[in-house]
C-alpha cells in the first residue's frame, strides 16, 4: 500500500506558473503508475496526466491542458511533479494526486485505489 501527500498549490495570477509535488510513502512510486486529477466546483474529478509504471508508456495528459502541463516522477525522491505553466481561470480546482499498481495511465478515477488528500489550486483573472 502507498500513502500519497500533495503540496505546491496556491494562488496565482492567470499566466502564472506553479508545481505540485506529490510524496509517495509505504512502497515506492516506481511500483506504481502515477496521476494528477482535477476536481472543480460542482464537476466531476477529471484526468490531468499520468505517468506509467513501465517506460514503455509515454506519459499521458489531457487535451485541456497539453502543451501547458507536464507531468514527471522522481523515483529516487518518490516524488511525481505536475509543472503547471500558463495557467487559465478555468484550472481552478483540487488537484488529487493517485497511484494503481499496473503498468500504464488510465483515465477514469476509478482505476486508482489511491489517492492523496488534495491541494487547492486557484488562478485569478
Known amino acids: 500500500q502507498v500513502q500519497l501527500v500533495e503540496s505546491g498549490g496556491g494562488l496565482v495570477q492567470a499566466g502564472g506558473s506553479l508545481r505540485l509535488s506529490c510524496a509517495a510513502s509505504?512502497?515506492?512510486?516506481?511500483?506504481?503508475?502515477m496521476a494528477w486529477f482535477r476536481q472543480a466546483p460542482g464537476k466531476e474529478r477529471e484526468f490531468v496526466a499520468g505517468s506509467g509504471r513501465s517506460t514503455n508508456y509515454a506519459d499521458s495528459v489531457a487535451d485541456s491542458v497539453k502543451g501547458r502541463f507536464t507531468i514527471s516522477r522522481d523515483n529516487a525522491k518518490n516524488t511525481v511533479y505536475l509543472q503547471m505553466n500558463s495557467l487559465k481561470p478555468e484550472d481552478t480546482a483540487v488537484y488529487y494526486c493517485a497511484a494503481r499498481p499496473f503498468i500504464a495511465p488510465r483515465t477514469a478515477a476509478s482505476e486508482y485505489p489511491y489517492w492523496g488528500q488534495g491541494t487547492q489550486v486557484t488562478v485569478s483573472s
Open positions: 509505504g512502497r515506492t512510486a516506481s511500483s506504481y503508475t
